[in-house]
C-alpha cells in the first residue's frame, strides 16, 4: 500500500473532492458480461416493469464498486483500502436516454487514527435518493 494522503495532512471532517458518475444502459450490459450477472431487471425495461420496478437498475455492485472510486482515487493506491462495506438501501434506477442516472458520490474522513489509519464515510444519491447507506471504508494513510 502506498497511499499518497499523509495522514498529518488530513483531520477528522476532512471531506474528499465529490464525484459525479453516469450509470447509461450500455453501462450495465457491460457490467452484466463482466459478471455474469445477467439478471433481465438490469438490461429489459419491460421485465423491470412486470416485477414493480420503474424502470431497469443498476447492479449493487457496480453501484458500489463506483463508490469506492472517490476513495481509491483520493488516497492514490486502492491497495490502501483496508476495508469497505455498503448497505444497498434504493436502486439506480437508469433510464434510456443517452446520459442514463447520475449518481452523487461524497465522502468526508469521521475517524483518523495515530497510525495513520481512517475511517471514511460515502453518500450516494440519485435523483435526490440516497442509494447506498451504511458505506464506510477504512484506509491507510502513509505517515
Known amino acids: 500500500m502506498t497511499s499518497k494522503i499523509k495522514s498529518s495532512d488530513v483531520s477528522v471532517g476532512y471531506?474528499?473532492?465529490?464525484?459525479?458518475?453516469?450509470?447509461?444502459?450500455?453501462?450495465?450490459?457491460?457490467?452484466?458480461?463482466?459478471?455474469?450477472d445477467q439478471n433481465p431487471i438490469h438490461q429489459d425495461e419491460e421485465f423491470a416493469k412486470s416485477v414493480g420496478l420503474p424502470d431497469v437498475i443498476s447492479h449493487g455492485m457496480l453501484t458500489m464498486g463506483r463508490a469506492i472510486k472517490l476513495v481509491t482515487d483520493w488516497v492514490g493506491d486502492p491497495?490502501?483500502?483496508?476495508?469497505?462495506?455498503?448497505?444497498?438501501?434504493?436502486?439506480?434506477?437508469?433510464?434510456?436516454?443517452?446520459?442514463?442516472?447520475?449518481v452523487a458520490f461524497t465522502a468526508k474522513v469521521v475517524e483518523l487514527n495515530d497510525d495513520g489509519v481512517a475511517r471514511i464515510e460515502l453518500s450516494a444519491i440519485c435523483d435526490g435518493i440516497t442509494v447506498l447507506g451504511q458505506a464506510k471504508a477504512t484506509v491507510q494513510l502513509a505517515q
Not at 24 to 33: C, H, I, K, Q
Open 15 to 36: 471531506e474528499l473532492t465529490p464525484l459525479e458518475l453516469s450509470f447509461t444502459r450500455s453501462d450495465l450490459v457491460e457490467y452484466a458480461n463482466a459478471s455474469g
Open 79 to 102: 491497495a490502501a483500502v483496508i476495508d469497505y462495506g455498503v448497505r444497498m438501501t434504493r436502486p439506480v434506477v437508469v433510464p434510456n436516454t443517452p446520459s442514463g442516472a447520475t
